[in-house]
């Protein structure tokens, strides 16, 4: 009898390891991470304007590739492996303005993966993001942000979107009442 429930003990904890590992398998294969070859980015306007715009591009391999824009002739990069390398991006990038579509996006695309992250930098209100390729986004994201704390004028939180192809359409749905908006 002990032998017995050895036996099946060992059965099901073997079961259990294949199907942790077959677990495993099907969700790293499925996993999506910030590297890519492909990225569609933008630059919201900062605080008081005039910011420093730059794109940090990173690999763990040696590659090279290009920033592009409608709005600025192509930028060539190198990235030396496990180093970052920085990109200025032309303030005049930055999106000043609200509820309208423009040309503003910036391409950036690589040899090899890399990751990308921007940073909207001016004294006491730099802004960072990481850059998700092409290949990772979905179709339903929800924007976190905060109550605009300095005053009823000062500009209010903000968030932009950038579409990968043309004629993209985009539904947003405010959850709480902001502006003119209403929630739902």
Known sequence: MINILKTAA???KTGLILMTICFGLVFSASAQDSKGTDFWVMFNTNYTGGA??????TSSVNTSG???SPAFASIPFTVTANTVTPVAIPTALSAHTSDVVDNKGIHVTSLQEVT???LNRIAFT?????AFPTDALGTNYRILSYQNAFSSTAAAT???VVGTVNGTVVTITPSVTTGVRTAG
Not at 52 to 57: D, E, M, Q, R, V
């Open 10 to 12: 060992g059965k099901i």
């Open 52 to 57: 420093a715009l730059t794109l940090f591009i």
């Open 66 to 68: 290009t920033v592009s």
């Open 116 to 118: 990308v992250y921007g």
């Open 126 to 130: 730099t802004d960072a993001y990481l």
């Open 158 to 160: 903000e968030f932009g």
